[in-house]
């Protein structure tokens, strides 16, 4: 079952780069090259049109469409919501003599593109031949703005090698984009046309209503004749640029998106703040544009960069892993989300699952606080539906959806979007997380505890009580492992609703001593009665976690030692993956796991569980995983590190940073990991480096791979940046930005300033 990496880009440890056009990886390429800033995203499709295999897709976050699946049985969804292709604003045609540029038709040499990850910049070249012998060389270079979030930029570039001519061009913004899962567009033009130096036009979701308004302004290296051309959902400028053999003329077009999907504005409100924006676009140049992008990009990196020395590959591959996080999010729109595939493809609909807490918010906790926060801003902006939800399952409280775009339940399996209660306890867990290492009490007092009294609610009446074991529990669930359906009180939901209860009750009686009036205020706003607190209190202490005491190996779930076991390593690799080659039902017959559930909490709460306790666990699961979630391995990895398993750390790491780079799951046409992108930041910064953040104090216990030379990695923690730096013979760690924190290293409490300290790597810590 080893994954087997399809290697066609160059190593860099700067740039993502591709040379040759390759139809067959074409897709694969329009993930990996991927733009974004957080608003919107935009695959590296061929923005001059393509006539081969393609996803033309440009996304905004938040931007939904509505599906009804009409469904009769209560507490099954009826009705799902995800995210919509929309406007292709890069839309180019470019001619020559009548001859248009189509890379699945016309003759082109000398093809590559680059991905900058310090400007934040694609730069795809190539050099056109013409069937009348003439050549001309074509540069597009592009950009999201991480500055002004609104903003995107396309220049093209033109450079006649053996003749003097001109090139025709049509630059426009298209609304009539096919949406590649439903097979039409599902855009309605609302009003198109030309305003001083802009054009412009405005649309709206066919179901929804959600609307969204895009425009340009062109900028030239010579004067332009512009002719406006118009359809019902495209408005675009014909015009000529006069060509001169061996000198570089070019175009720029600046474009300002606008979207409502709350329908805060009327349609002429709309229109007229993208105007206004427009207006803004029209007095920037390129020049300003990209310098704004690098300073961005060199503050980011500053903080947040992983140096590793001696693996080539994998330096490039994990500082593409943090570009993307930074360009999916950094928390300038609180109240967005980050989808399965961030806003670079459409499978998985833009929905947003448990991933979120469990996996990313780590990232950005330790890297940027404050899109830490907005993550969980999300959580509470949705708590109104998650309540609605909980009614509709026959519970009280808040049910946090198992995949959702605007906090509606989207996933249509019920299976999922019924069973598997996870969810909650992974916001409950969220927002400990978050606050126990940034100390954001008011966060907690403010929102953060009215969250946690609503999931308690929909714990306390989710579950029920055994009739032999006399014990608490959750009957016909779905654990994160997903291959065992409708099972009885599985270990990884018993365990975190548990913590969940305990957690709350904490935090209210902290509250009430320390926080009197944010503590009335939260019991006023959710009719908190003393009753349900001894209930939680109940409930959390007989709460069924089952375990075998001899060997101290968790139970999945009731049951699941005595289901029929299968060797993973007899199933043949031609039927992987198991989803699309065995029959449903038949997943779920076997001892075999999806990916980690028992071993899940016992990284999540790491301090609570032994070593000894740690590789029981570890030993009894990993050979019955086979690894189907491209989550999975990262777990794996960080367990392995930490009970002495060096070889199988690094084998579960190896694709870790490159898993899309290297397209090892054959997905990557379909969008970016995104949330396993988050995963290999962990497995280096909590595998290798050790980090555990779940304890009193943040603390490390950093091993070396030994594959590498050193490594480095930097952290915020109580508002200092520390670097940490591992070699051959030690572990060297400093606070950079000034300031000091008490740490835990190897078991030794040490506070580190700015003069830094150094120990020697600990003994055995030399993996390999």
């Given at each position: ?40 995203g ?5 923005e ?9 897709g440009?996304?905004?976050n ?8 009409g ?42 593109r ?5 400007k ?16 001309l ?13 609104h ?7 033109f ?44 649309a ?21 004749q ?10 675009g ?10 000198e570089?003329?070019?175009f ?15 349609d ?10 427009a207006?803004t ?10 310098a ?59 929905l ?5 807490e ?93 969250m ?8 306390a ?18 654990g ?5 359906l ?26 009430k ?39 101290g ?153 030994e594959?590498?030379?050193?490594y480095s ?12 730096v ?43």
């Amino acid at each position: 079952m080893a994954k087997v990496a399809d290697k066609y880009l160059k190593v860099d440890p700067w740039a993502i780069i591709e040379e040759g056009f390759d139809p067959e990886r074409n897709r694969t390429s329009e993930s990996i090259f991927s733009l974004g800033n957080e608003y919107m995203g935009v695959r590296g499709y061929a923005e001059e049109g393509y006539s081969g295999d393609t996803l033309q897709g440009s996304y905004f976050n938040g931007l939904n469409e509505q599906l009804d699946i009409g469904n009769h049985y209560k507490g099954i969804i009826r009705s799902l919501r995800y995210m919509v292709n929309a406007v292709d604003w890069l839309y180019t045609r470019l001619s020559v003599d009548g001859e248009q540029l189509d890379l699945a038709k016309s003759n082109v040499t000398d093809y590559v593109r680059r991905l900058d990850l310090r400007k934040g910049t694609y730069r795809r070249e190539l050099i056109w031949h013409l069937n009348d012998g003439k050549s001309l060389k074509v540069v597009f270079t592009r950009l999201v703005s991480m500055t002004m979030s609104h903003l995107g930029l396309q220049r093209v570039e033109f450079e006649p090698l053996n003749f003097s001519g001109s090139v025709d061009i049509c630059a426009g913004l298209d609304f009539g984009i096919i949406h590649e899962e439903r097979g039409e567009c599902m855009w309605n033009s609302l009003r198109s046309g030309v305003s001083g130096a802009s054009s412009a036009i405005m649309a709206s979701t066919v179901n929804t209503g959600n609307k969204l308004f895009s425009s340009f302004t062109l900028q030239s290296s010579q004067p332009l004749q512009l002719t406006a051309t118009e359809s019902d959902k495209f408005i675009g400028q014909n015009f000529t640029l006069n060509l001169t053999k061996g000198e570089v003329s070019y175009f720029t077009k600046l474009v300002m998106n606008y979207s409502d999907s709350d329908s805060a504005h009327t349609d002429e409100e709309l229109w007229s703040k993208g105007l206004s924006l427009a207006e803004t676009a029209s007095q920037l140049t390129d020049t300003q544009i990209i310098a704004d992008q690098t300073a961005y990009w060199k503050g980011i990196w500053e903080t947040s960069d992983i140096r590793i020395e001696g693996d080539p590959e994998n330096q490039q591959g994990i500082r593409f892993c943090i570009f993307q996080l930074y360009q999916t999010y950094h928390g300038d729109h609180p109240g967005f989300n980050i989808g399965a595939k961030g806003l670079t493809g459409e499978v998985y609909r833009g929905l947003a699952f448990w991933d979120t807490e469990s996996y990313c918010l780590p990232f950005y906790m330790f890297n940027n606080p404050k899109a830490a926060r907005s993550l969980l801003e999300f959580r509470y902006k949705t708590l109104p539906q998650a309540m609605q939800r909980a009614k509709e399952v026959d519970c009280e409280g808040a049910c946090y959806p198992i995949a959702t775009i605007d906090g509606t339940e989207s996933c249509d399996l019920w299976q999922h979007s019924n069973l598997q209660l996870h969810v909650g306890t992974a916001v409950s867990y969220g927002i400990w997380h978050y606050v126990k290492n940034t100390g954001d009490k008011s966060f907690l007092h403010s929102k953060g505890a009215e969250m946690l009294i609503q999931i308690s609610r929909f714990y306390a009446t989710r579950g029920q009580w055994g009739q032999r074991s006399g014990e608490y529990g959750y009957f016909g669930v779905m654990g994160p492992d997903e291959f065992q359906l409708m099972v009885n009180n599985n270990c990884y939901i018993n365990l975190m609703a548990q913590q969940s209860f305990e957690y709350t009750l904490e935090t209210l009686r902290e509250m009430k001593e320390q926080a009197p009036a944010a503590f009335a205020a939260v019991v006023e706003k959710t009719e908190l009665h003393d009753e349900e607190l001894t209930d939680w209190e109940n409930k959390a202490q007989n709460m069924r976690i089952p375990v075998d005491e001899v060997t101290g190996v968790y139970e999945e779930h009731d049951g699941f030692f005595d289901m029929p076991h299968i060797d993973i390593h007899s199933i043949p690799v031609t039927e992987f993956p198991l989803y699309s080659n065995w029959s449903y039902d038949r997943l779920y017959r076997y001892d075999m796991i999806k990916q980690p559930d028992v071993l899940m909490f016992m990284f999540l709460y790491s301090g609570q569980f032994s070593k000894e306790a740690k590789l029981a666990n570890y030993e009894y699961y990993e050979p019955r995983c086979i690894h189907e979630s491209s989550l999975s391995p990262s777990i794996h990895s960080i367990l392995a590190s930490e009970i002495g398993k060096p070889e199988e750390a690094y084998s579960f790491f190896e694709f870790a940073t490159r898993l899309d780079l290297d397209n090892y799951n054959r997905n990557t046409r379909e969008g970016l990991h995104t949330t396993s992108i988050a995963a290999a930041w962990m497995n280096i910064v909590y595998g290798f480096g050790g980090m555990r953040s779940d304890g009193a104090r943040l603390s490390f216990q950093p091993t070396l791979p030994e594959r590498w030379d050193e490594y480095s990695f930097q952290v915020l923690y109580e508002g200092v940046l520390l670097r940490i730096v591992v070699d051959k013979n030690s572990v060297t760690i400093t606070a950079v930005n000034g300031g000091s924190t008490e740490i835990i290293v190897y078991g030794q409490s040490i506070k580190v300033d700015a003069s830094g300290k150094t120990l020697p790597l600990g003994e055995g810590m030399l993996a390999g």
